[in-house]
């Protein structure tokens, strides 16, 4: 199955004419290439599974090798790729983020308060995922539609409940769609069946987790079995934009013989188009794959469906907000790497969910309330904590194999120790169906020596929340770092959010090991949604801003230090975490509506970003139909107006060019550099003048070092431009060149 682009329609805006006829085109362009076999199986009109006829212009296609060989030839296509599949990446927490940094301000001069809740905005959530069977439950109190008005005049989706009529939308949920004709086609094709009713309906709770994160209603009370055991019965959970109305797209699904949920990339494009045309304000993207490093080329964008999915909603004004990923702590693991994204990985709140584990002798070692695996004696374990030992490196598909096997031995509890590998480090997963808690590897000895008496004793107290947990943010252990293995002159991820043990709604499904309306989950999907939130915010505040502008407000006022005022700190707290694990930091609601200045952009500056990438005109033109654009004669991608700067291959001798916009009063800023090591900076010029409102001012980074006495792998910096009131803050990766000779400023590649 492949997937054939051919671009924009007339200047990347939706089609005006019938697309009947653009999929007629599609037939036809088949047709035309089509070899039918012997026996005529090879229907040519049987051929096209969707017609990307609206909003750009492509279709997703059964073709053979030879059929996509002729294709390629096309004048009009711009790409040919085929299919892949995606997975998806997995409340105090916003009490957290407003107060973080000693913001205390009044409730009534907050982001909440300034962007009316987020009132009447359209969020678009993208879901499902690796254990889930998910879009949105819809009888979740975090999605009732008390206190709202009538659904807004721009909304033109609609409630695909055909195959499910308990399914209900309402004001607030106001739309829930499926797709999966390419995910069916790709069963098909390894004689497995799609055996799972079409609906939008959450059988599984991630979907409906990181909607109500993003736009959930205020349920004050709240009230459920996990929140009883965590001591948090009857406390008040939201969503980052509470009076948002939300839209539920399902790409992905169980897949019939592994039951992991999986989707493709044709249903994805075919989501994204059809969200940008019912009028969707923001998307939040919880699904993504592994870039691998055979994928490092300049046509990675145009290969990717969820780069060239998302190029077209920031076209046509929607922002997408995406996962950073859940394969850290490896280098290079961040996907969603395009610079149109805005890209979140995820970290700790300052709040813990513990218990003790009390031995026969009274000794109490303190940890965590969760953990899982391993294969064991049922009449042995029966009635007892069982204690498992992890073997890798502590990931949740392991973990969940050791809670299976205790709860089918007839385990009472389960108490999971770590290997010397993962140490100190908690690393967060799903809830459990029996008591389960997670032992450091120091504490290891204390346990292991007790249980070696003949008639070991301990128990597990009950579970508790703490607040106040300091420090915090701490980078998640399963967070995606970079660097970008694509581009490696972008910064990513962004930004991190609260991604750990995130309190939201969840679904009731009697299928799922633990059904409860609310429960606690973790990943970079719970940590996406809540930047989400923050962006529909803006997006109230600041309606003709552009997305570009939005994602910088978010990014140059994060914070890049801990609520010690500390630098924030890898899950082992003991190595300083860098811009490649937190982007320019973890994000400040209430600092994000008034930065100040933003490095704005717009469609024609990401079509210089890819003609840095050696994309030529004629391509570019048929990408955008944007018949007056023409490549520069030379762009350095050092000049790309992104918010953060990276400097890969770093010769000794560099400059970056960035434009601001000021967006607040009049002002004056300076600047101020934290220079990486061994690396001198000088800012040209060194304070700005903004006269008026709007204003745009140029400025220059001149880099210099002697490449020699540089270390071998990436180094940091930041830049700060600030007039007394607002920080806007850019954070800066230099690596040296590891062949040197060449002392000119650094240039794309």
């Not at 997408?320 to 702590?329: H, K």
């Not at 140490?423 to 020596?449: A, C, R, V, W, Y």
């Not at 991820?493 to 995130?502: E, F, M, Q, T």
């Not at 930047?531 to 502008?549: D, E, F, H």
Request: proline share 6%; net charge neutral; glycine share 8%.
């Amino acid at each position: 199955h492949y997937i054939v682009y051919l671009g924009s329609f007339d200047g990347g805006r939706p089609l005006l004419g019938d697309p009947a006829d653009v999929t007629r085109s599609h037939h036809d362009m088949i047709s035309n290439v089509s070899k039918r076999n012997d026996n005529g199986h090879d229907d040519p009109s049987k051929k096209l599974i969707y017609s990307y006829a609206k909003i750009f212009n492509g279709f997703a296609a059964t073709l053979h090798e030879e059929e996509v060989e002729e294709l390629a030839k096309h004048p009009n296509v711009i790409s040919i790729f085929e299919n892949l599949n995606v997975r998806r990446q997995t409340i105090q927490s916003w009490d957290f983020l407003g107060s973080f940094q000693h913001q205390v301000i009044p409730s009534k001069e907050s982001i909440w308060e300034k962007a009316s809740f987020g009132e009447d905005i359209i969020i678009g959530a993208f879901d499902t995922g690796k254990f889930y069977f998910s879009c949105v439950w819809p009888e979740s109190k975090s999605f009732s539609d008390e206190g709202l008005g009538i659904v807004p005049n721009k909304f033109r989706g609609h409630c695909s409940n055909i195959n499910d009529p308990s399914f209900k939308c309402n004001r607030k949920l106001i739309g829930a769609r499926y797709f999966n004709k390419g995910y069916v086609q790709s069963l098909t094709s390894k004689n497995l069946t799609f055996a799972t009713n079409s609906s939008p309906r959450d059988m599984g709770g991630h979907g409906t987790h990181t909607l109500s994160t993003a736009g959930g209603s205020v349920v004050l009370e709240a009230d459920a079995t996990s929140l009883t055991m965590l001591g948090l019965r009857y406390s008040t959970i939201k969503g980052g934009a509470p009076k948002a109305r939300v839209v539920a797209y399902k790409v992905l699904w169980p897949e019939a013989a592994s039951k992991l949920g999986e989707g493709s990339f044709m249903d994805c494009l075919a989501a994204v188009e059809a969200a940008i045309l019912d009028g969707v304000d923001i998307i939040n993207l919880s699904l993504g794959f592994t870039i691998q490093d055979s994928m490092k080329g300049g046509d990675f964008y145009f290969k990717d469906a969820l780069s060239i999915a998302s190029f077209h909603a920031m076209a046509n004004g929607t922002l997408v907000v995406a996962t950073a990923g859940n394969s850290g702590p490896s280098s290079g693991s961040v996907n969603n790497i395009a610079p149109w994204m805005l890209t979140v990985g995820a970290s700790t709140i300052g709040r813990e969910f513990t218990c003790c584990v009390v031995l026969g002798n009274n000794q109490t070692i303190r940890i965590r309330s969760y953990c899982k695996h391993g294969t064991v004696d049922p009449v042995k374990v029966k009635g007892k904590i069982l204690v498992c030992l992890l073997e890798g490196p502590g990931r949740m598909i392991e973990k969940s194999e050791k809670s299976k096997v205790a709860l089918q031995t007839g385990a009472l509890g389960l108490i999971i120790a770590n290997n010397q590998f993962v140490g100190s480090k908690m690393l967060p997963d799903m809830i459990h169906p029996l008591p389960t808690t997670q032992l450091k590897f120091d504490d290891e000895n204390k346990l292991i020596s007790k249980s070696n008496y003949r008639d070991p004793i301990a128990s597990i107290t009950g579970a508790r929340t703490e607040l106040g947990i300091k420090p915090a943010p701490i980078i998640a252990y399963f967070s995606s770092r970079g660097p970008n293995k694509i581009t490696p002159e972008i910064i990513k991820p962004d930004v991190i959010a609260p991604g750990v043990s995130i309190v939201a709604a969840y679904t009731e499904a009697p299928n799922v090991p633990l059904p409860d309306k609310f429960l606690p989950l973790s990943g970079t999907s719970m940590a996406a949604p809540h930047v989400t939130g923050i962006a529909a915010l803006l997006r109230k505040m600041y309606p003709l801003w552009t997305t570009s502008a939005i994602k910088s407000a978010i990014m140059t006022t994060a914070s890049s230090v801990d609520n010690n005022d500390k630098p924030i700190f890898e899950d082992d707290m003991i190595r300083e975490a860098t811009p490649f694990a937190y982007g320019a930091g973890l994000i400040q609601p209430n600092l994000a509506m008034d930065p100040g200045l933003v490095y704005d952009m717009n469609h024609y500056d990401y079509l210089n970003f890819l003609c840095a990438h050696h994309y030529n005109t004629t391509l570019l033109k048929l990408f955008t139909k944007q018949h007056d654009y023409k490549c520069p004669e030379s762009f350095n991608i050092l000049d790309f107006n992104y918010p953060s700067i990276s400097i890969p291959d770093f010769t000794g001798a560099a400059i970056a060019t960035r434009k601001l916009k000021n967006v607040g009063e009049p002002g004056t800023y300076t600047a101020t550099i934290q220079t990486p090591p061994g690396v001198s900076i000088v800012v040209e010029p060194k304070t700005l003048v903004f006269c008026q409102k709007d204003q745009e001012l140029t400025f220059k980074l001149i880099f210099s070092a002697d490449v020699n006495q540089l270390p071998t792998g990436y180094i940091f910096g930041s830049l700060v431009w600030s007039d007394g009131k607002h920080i806007v803050r850019s954070p800066i990766a230099i690596k040296g060149k590891a062949s040197l000779g060449n002392t000119s400023p650094s240039k794309s590649p």
